[in-house]
């Protein structure tokens, strides 16, 4: 199967698992809520059963008390108990069985601080059933038939008695007697046994109903726990098949083809190459380098025929280019989905830490990959004489300082001396290439650095002589064999074998290959044990422009809030899904097209601000379609083009045919969101933060956190863990300023500058 097909699928795949845990989630928490309001149900309905038990006891209580008595606050009290339970009085906001007896002290009053409601009410809207809710209103007409008798009993003790009529107007001496025979009446104990009968078949009926729905409700809750159990289980395996794909149809094929590459390097033509082996775009790679080996093979064993060996290893040049750019292309457009949607996913809330460290794991192996190709494309743009030196004016000492906060902390760590030594006056502007200038620094540096064990020493000397710069850097490190001296320029050579997996050999080559092109020389010295000395030189010119860089925006999601629509234009559904993904954090809207043709009829239906525009497609490419929009359509709206071939003469000619702007696979979100402000005009509407900010400003504002975060960013700062360093962040929540401090400073390579913050407040 395709590569491109393949990523559909397990792009296909995976949403569909995701998906899929998302609804059973949402279940689960659904049958949870049904449980607990299946309990609460079941309290608060038994509570309105006990009150109406418990009234009618404590209004037996009181009126009993009060014919032995005669105290008038137990009257009182029970007038209160009967009109609370009828709605005339305010209910107490704390009433439970226990809250008549701590009011049995004279001069004790009860607190109405509820509402008034009648008991018989919340009955009703207690949602009880029918049968019930009448045996609950059975026992209250019965209890509302005792105070009959309780009445008369307590007008007995007050000289009050009924006439015929049932009224009580006929007054006489007090009849304690009469009142404790009414209260301690077996009529009395009767009409009691009348209350409490139809309130334990309420008891009966409710919990058998209750405790039946309870069951069923924690029966779902076990269920849905299972099927969230099952859908993660099966949204790993998903995962992890999606990994070990990709490591086994992308990343160990290309570990093949760098075998291979190194092996026909040195003229190994015994190499055997299993183009059979992978039918995709692997195989594809693997037959150009075939054709590679082929004409190399007749190049070296036909001395004989000069100019057709000639002619072959131009042809040979020619497919190791068309290669290099397919092999580019091809893994350029799954690396643009895998580090695309990688990094969406680890914006996810939803996900959890183990698979936030798969997702970083995957996003390392991407990128070190797209490094390798990198590095790769690099080397052969300069054997094809396409890599231009761009001289600009720039501060030389800044350069130099930035350097040296790079390597200083680096170096501090490892305990290496490290020192940098040059004159002040050394020019101070010059012109040149500035960022060659820094990538052959830094690779020299770099190399140094990983070969100085530790207490050694890397000392870089800067001079200026005859109208050129001359750079030493010199380290106490390993050293180098004499007879390896001369293959450490070449490709992917590699003579440290502690080192030989961890790079592609490149680094002195592309350093040699530059040095070269900026008009200098470059050439080594080294003693086994004792170190090694680089040497080289570039020209230059003086300059007297001041130039002030800018800073570099971030952009955070939903900081757009213009309604702008974008057609995104790309035959690849994968690569058309990321960047809309992307434009929807911002809140744009956005329409998709999978051709030419199709984003022609999109833009004579729609007003679209701005396109996202692949390159290559089927039907009608993207250099066709610009070319129609600008000359036929005669439209001017902003285009920028996006494609997988990254050499300059592709980016000319997508310029040339109408493009504003030009953006390379994979795809930098922040560049790409920064190039669309540019062309909508949105720049005042981003929420930007700068890549410097103010020390004395920021600083201040960490004095609340706690000295913990402190003590973890030491160390992580210490290890140079930025993945740590940037979760650390999230965990604390900081403030936005805070965080863009410290990646600012991550962004710089200034860990010393975070150590230092971090013993300010651990001490």
């Given at each position: 199967m395709k590569l491109k097909k393949l990523f559909m699928l397990l792009f296909i795949f995976n949403t569909v698992a995701f998906i899929s845990m998302a609804i059973v989630i949402n279940k689960y928490q659904k049958a949870t809520i049904d449980l607990e309001d299946a309990y609460e149900m079941q309290y608060k309905s038994l509570i309105l059963a006990h009150e109406l038990r418990q009234s009618s006891d404590d209004l037996t209580r009181m009126a009993r008390t009060y014919v032995i008595t005669g105290n008038p606050m137990f009257e009182k009290q029970y007038k209160t108990v009967l009109d609370i339970r009828n709605g005339l009085k305010a209910r107490p906001q704390r009433y439970n069985g226990i809250f008549w007896d701590f009011l049995t002290i004279d001069g004790s009053v009860a607190k109405l601080d509820g509402k008034k409601i009648p008991l018989r009410?919340?009955?009703?809207?207690?949602?009880?059933?029918?049968?019930?809710?009448?045996?609950?209103?059975?026992?209250?007409?019965?209890?509302?038939?005792?105070?009959?008798?309780?009445?008369?009993?307590?007008?007995?003790?007050?000289?009050?008695?009924?006439?015929?009529?049932?009224?009580?107007?006929?007054?006489?001496?007090?009849?304690?007697?009469?009142?404790?025979?009414?209260?301690?009446?077996?009529?009395?104990?009767?009409?009691?046994?009348?209350?409490?009968?139809?309130?334990?078949?309420?008891?009966?009926?409710?919990?058998?109903?209750?405790?039946?729905?309870?069951?069923?409700?924690?029966?779902?809750?076990?269920?849905?726990?299972?099927?969230?159990?099952?859908?993660?289980?099966?949204?790993?395996?998903?995962?992890?098949?999606?990994?070990?794909?990709?490591?086994?149809?992308?990343?160990?094929?290309?570990?093949?083809?760098?075998?291979?590459?190194?092996?026909?390097?040195?003229?190994?033509?015994?190499?055997?190459?299993?183009?059979?082996?992978?039918?995709?775009?692997?195989?594809?790679?693997?037959?150009?380098?075939?054709?590679?080996?082929?004409?190399?093979?007749?190049?070296?064993?036909?001395?004989?025929?000069?100019?057709?060996?000639?002619?072959?290893?131009?042809?040979?040049?020619?497919?190791?280019?068309?290669?290099?750019?397919?092999?580019?292309?091809?893994?350029?457009?799954?690396?643009?989905?895998?580090?695309?949607?990688?990094?969406?996913?680890?914006?996810?809330?939803?996900?959890?830490?183990?698979?936030?460290?798969?997702?970083?794991?995957?996003?390392?192996?991407?990128?070190?990959?797209?490094?390798?190709?990198?590095?790769?494309?690099?080397?052969?743009?300069?054997?094809?004489?396409?890599?231009?030196?761009?001289?600009?004016?720039?501060?030389?000492?800044?350069?130099?300082?930035?350097?040296?906060?790079?390597?200083?902390?680096?170096?501090?760590?490892?305990?290496?001396?490290?020192?940098?030594?040059?004159?002040?006056?050394?020019?101070?502007?010059?012109?040149?290439?500035?960022?060659?200038?820094?990538?052959?620094?830094?690779?020299?540096?770099?190399?140094?650095?990983?070969?100085?064990?530790?207490?050694?020493?890397?000392?870089?000397?800067?001079?200026?002589?005859?109208?050129?710069?001359?750079?030493?850097?010199?380290?106490?490190?390993?050293?180098?064999?004499?007879?390896?001296?001369?293959?450490?320029f070449k490709p992917f050579e590699q003579v440290d074998d502690e080192f030989k997996q961890k790079g592609t050999g490149l680094g002195l080559s592309i350093t040699k290959e530059l040095v070269t092109l900026m008009g200098g020389d470059i050439y080594v010295k080294s003693q086994i044990k004792k170190g090694t000395q680089f040497f080289f030189s570039i020209e230059y010119e003086l300059s007297q422009d001041k130039v002030k860089k800018a800073d570099v925006l971030e952009f955070e999601a939903n900081s757009i809030i213009e309604n702008k629509t974008i057609l995104v234009v790309d035959d690849i559904k994968v690569n058309r899904d990321l960047i809309c993904k992307i434009l929807e954090q911002y809140k744009f809207k956005t329409y998709e097209a999978s051709s030419g043709s199709e984003a022609l009829e999109l833009i004579s239906k729609y007003d679209i601000d701005l396109i996202c525009m692949d390159i290559l497609m089927k039907d009608l490419n993207g250099l066709e379609t610009m070319k129609i929009i600008r000359e036929q359509l005669n439209l001017d709206l902003p285009i920028i083009a996006i494609s997988a071939n990254v050499y300059e003469e592709d980016k000319a000619q997508a310029l040339a045919c109408g493009a504003n702007d030009f953006i390379s696979k994979p795809i930098d979100e922040n560049e790409l969101i920064s190039k669309i402000s540019k062309y909508l005009n949105l720049s005042s509407k981003l929420q930007t933060i700068p890549k410097t900010v103010k020390v004395e400003n920021i600083e201040d504002s960490f004095s609340g956190i706690s000295k913990t975060f402190f003590e973890l960013l030491r160390k992580y700062s210490l290890d140079m863990n930025e993945d740590k360093i940037l979760e650390l962040l999230e965990t604390y929540k900081l403030l936005e300023n805070q965080k863009a401090y410290i990646k600012a400073l991550l962004d710089d390579f200034n860990y010393s500058k975070i150590n230092d913050l971090c013993i300010k407040y651990i001490h």
């Open positions: 009410q919340l009955m009703k809207e207690a949602n009880f059933l029918d049968e019930e809710l009448n045996l609950l209103f059975t026992s209250q007409n019965e209890s509302d038939d005792l105070t009959r008798l309780e009445h008369k009993a307590m007008n007995a003790v007050k000289g009050i008695f009924e006439n015929s009529e049932g009224n009580y107007t006929i007054k006489d001496k007090p009849n304690f007697k009469l009142a404790r025979q009414i209260m301690h009446s077996r009529q009395y104990h009767e009409a009691k046994i009348r209350i409490m009968k139809p309130l334990d078949t309420f008891y009966k009926a409710f919990e058998k109903r209750t405790k039946q729905k309870v069951i069923e409700a924690a029966n779902v809750v076990k269920q849905q726990e299972l099927n969230v159990n099952v859908i993660v289980v099966l949204s790993i395996l998903i995962f992890l098949t999606s990994f070990f794909i990709i490591l086994f149809r992308i990343v160990y094929p290309l570990d093949l083809l760098r075998k291979i590459m190194l092996r026909l390097s040195k003229n190994d033509m015994s190499v055997e190459l299993e183009k059979n082996k992978y039918d995709d775009e692997i195989g594809d790679m693997i037959g150009a380098v075939e054709i590679f080996k082929d004409n190399t093979t007749k190049l070296i064993s036909s001395e004989s025929k000069l100019k057709i060996a000639i002619n072959e290893a131009k042809n040979a040049n020619k497919a190791k280019s068309i290669f290099l750019a397919r092999m580019s292309h091809e893994l350029r457009t799954p690396l643009n989905a895998i580090l695309g949607f990688t990094s969406l996913l680890q914006k996810s809330t939803s996900i959890n830490k183990n698979d936030k460290e798969s997702l970083n794991i995957i996003q390392k192996s991407g990128k070190h990959l797209l490094n390798i190709i990198n590095e790769i494309l690099e080397l052969s743009k300069i054997e094809a004489g396409k890599i231009e030196i761009r001289p600009i004016s720039f501060d030389f000492h800044d350069l130099v300082k930035e350097l040296d906060s790079i390597f200083s902390f680096r170096c501090k760590s490892k305990d290496i001396n490290f020192e940098i030594n040059f004159l002040s006056t050394l020019p101070k502007y010059i012109k040149t290439d500035e960022q060659r200038l820094k990538q052959i620094l830094i690779n020299l540096l770099g190399n140094s650095l990983k070969f100085t064990n530790k207490e050694g020493r890397i000392i870089v000397n800067i001079y200026e002589k005859n109208k050129k710069l001359f750079f030493e850097v010199k380290d106490s490190g390993k050293g180098i064999k004499k007879e390896d001296l001369e293959k450490i």
